[in-house]
Structure formats: structure tokens, C-alpha cells
């Protein structure tokens, strides 16, 4: 998965945290929300303008992030 697809970055949006495609909804509010006990359907379905692909992005994010950091 390409992630630099999904996950966007904007200096005046979130502080240029990582976003989901342009939106105000960064990569770490979904890890918030999954690490806080949601599974990944209730997310999807307490914010319906998100997919599956878009939480996958988050997780492919993470995952070259911390890779990169080695």
C-alpha cells in the first residue's frame, strides 16, 4: 500500500501532524482511538467519511515511520 496516497501533511492543518487525506483527522487520533479499545468497525462507524483503506494507510505510516527511525 502506498500510504503517501492517503496520509497528507499541511503546515496550517493539525500543526503539519499527519492527516487522512486532507482532513482534520490525524494518523494518531485513530491510533488513540483503536489504543483506547475501538475496533477498527467502530471507528468506521463513528466517522463514516473514513475506510478501511485510510486505517490501513495509518498502519502503513506507522510502520515506515518507526522502520525509518532504525
Do not use: W
Amino acid at each position: 500500500m502506498n500510504y503517501m496516497d492517503i496520509i497528507t501533511f499541511e503546515p496550517g492543518k493539525r500543526s503539519g501532524q499527519p492527516c487522512i487525506r486532507g482532513m482534520r483527522i490525524t494518523v494518531y487520533d485513530i491510533f488513540e482511538y483503536l489504543a483506547s479499545g475501538m475496533t477498527v468497525e467502530e471507528v468506521l462507524d463513528d466517522f463514516p467519511y473514513l475506510t478501511e483503506t485510510d486505517i490501513r494507510a495509518c498502519f502503513a505510516y506507522a510502520s515506515a515511520t518507526v522502520l525509518h527511525r532504525r
